[in-house]
């Protein structure tokens, strides 16, 4: 079931321009590009758009990985780490870094948020993504990402507006997109 007040923030953040200069850590505020991405990383994780297995949310944090730079900032992470999820689980979120094995074998995550990047970097970023096992959401900052079915949900920017695209076969190991999600869409692929 979608919130009302999802809904009504996502209509909200939809109309809002954004810009999109990069954000170079806690001395700048996030602009507002990341500030969106932020509410949707947390709605992403609320079951009513993504259904993970019984048993993948174990305990009661939502553990959210930011691979590659942090384009968020510490005060926007603070921020959403002071939040929870629709069903009432905490948010955690993990700088993971830009090396080759930024991502640790036995690190818990729900959700992974791969930022921007150049074509050769997304490649390393992408094969680390796929050495994860269990219901992971991978989400891409960067537009064609689900079309090309390397993410389940991309971000894009059209009409200077913050949109996500979304392919729900790329969700794997028992992660199902509802079709409340897949409506919210900018666009949806299924190949």
């Known amino acids: 079931m979608i919130t009302k007040r999802f809904v009504l923030i996502l209509l909200m ?3 809002l321009p954004v810009t999109t200069g990069r954000n170079a850590g806690a001395q700048q505020p996030p602009n507002r590009e990341y500030i969106i991405k932020a ?3 947390k709605h992403f994780g ?3 758009y993504v259904r993970w297995p019984a048993d993948a949310i174990e ?20 921020r959403l780490e002071r939040q929870q999820t ?17 991502i640790p074998p036995d690190q818990e995550l729900h959700l992974l948020f791969i930022s921007k990047t150049p074509q050769r970097t997304l490649e390393r970023r992408l094969t680390q993504a796929r050495r994860l096992t269990g219901p992971i959401l991978i989400v891409g900052d960067r537009q064609g990402l689900a079309q090309e079915g390397r993410a389940a949900i991309s971000f894009y920017i059209e ?9 729900p076969r790329v969700a794997r190991n028992g992660l199902r ?7 919210l869409a900018g ?3 299924q190949r």
Do not use: M, Q, W
């Not at 730079?69 to 005060?75: C, E, K």
């Not at 629709?86 to 930024?102: C, K, Q, T, W």
């Not at 997109?177 to 409506?183: G, K, Q, V």
């Open 13 to 15: 953040l939809v109309g």
């Open 39 to 41: 509410a949707l990383l």
């Open 46 to 48: 609320n079951p009513a």
């Open 59 to 78: 305990g009661e944090v939502f553990h959210i990985g930011v691979l590659g730079n942090d384009p968020f900032g510490t005060d926007l992470i603070r």
């Open 86 to 102: 629709a069903n009432g689980n905490a948010i955690r979120v993990h700088l993971l870094g830009d090396s080759e094995n930024s």
């Open 159 to 167: 009409s200077n507006r913050v949109r996500f695209e979304v392919n």
């Open 177 to 183: 997109i509802t079709a409340d999600l897949l409506r």
């Open 187 to 189: 666009r949806v692929y």
